[in-house]
């Protein structure tokens, strides 16, 4: 949630899947760690644009307190989380 150019992740890191979500194309493109990526200001649409229950893991690293409205975030992270997932805020 709310990436940009680095995800405060290991470069080696072995996940399937690394989806971003953040307001900068030109940043989420330059971070080697993504296979996805999502351009959207959580500010002015909190919809998320995946599946119920699609994630095993949330993280959101150093951006939580920019949010205007974060519990209508969270309900929709809660949303896309799979039953036992993890949800990270730093």
């Not at 900068?24 to 990526?37: D, V």
């Not at 599946?51 to 095993?56: H, P, Q, R, T």
């Amino acid at each position: 949630m709310m990436s940009s150019w680095t995800s405060h992740l290991p470069l080696d890191l072995k996940a399937t899947q690394l989806v971003g979500v953040g307001l900068n194309e030109e940043e989420l493109k330059a971070n080697p760690l993504l296979s996805q990526f999502v351009v959207q200001d959580l500010n002015t649409n909190h919809r998320l644009p995946f599946e119920d229950c699609s994630f095993e893991v949330v993280i959101c690293s150093v951006s939580v307190d920019y949010l205007t409205q974060p519990l209508a975030v969270f309900k929709e992270l809660f949303r896309v989380m799979a039953p036992g997932a993890s949800c990270i805020m730093s």
